[in-house]
């Protein structure tokens, strides 16, 4: 589950690559690619970058509420085995979840999927 996410991750940056990263699809997915790199997940982490205060509340949301989203209890475990556990903030708007959710559940369905 997490290398589907991982690779999807970055097919789907590179749909926007180098001349549409002004898109809002491409600016709201940007925090997930700390998942892909642990030191850049811990840098971003000591600096407390708005990039991992939304990581982390997306993540907080989807398992506060996985009962509804039961497609990402694998996803969250392989991020838990790597320390990255999600934690509230409150800085993530209900549209950026909702589009963050939409794009991640179509990695899960291998939309972008090489």
């Not at 749909?15 to 002004?22: A, G, H, Y």
């Not at 969250?76 to 800085?91: A, M, P, T």
């Amino acid at each position: 589950m997490y290398r589907i996410i991982c690779e999807s991750y970055k097919n789907f940056i590179n749909d926007f690559l180098p001349n549409k990263t002004s898109d809002y699809r491409y600016k709201i997915m940007q925090p997930f690619r700390l998942i892909l790199d642990e030191s850049l997940y811990l840098e971003e982490k000591k600096k407390n970058s708005a990039d991992f205060m939304k990581l982390e509340d997306f993540l907080y949301r989807v398992k506060q509420n996985i009962e509804k989203y039961p497609e990402f209890k694998s996803f969250l475990w392989s991020l838990e085995s790597r320390n990255i556990l999600g934690r509230n903030y409150g800085v993530l708007s209900s549209r950026e979840f909702s589009e963050q959710l939409k794009i991640l559940q179509m990695f899960l369905k291998l939309a972008y999927w090489d």
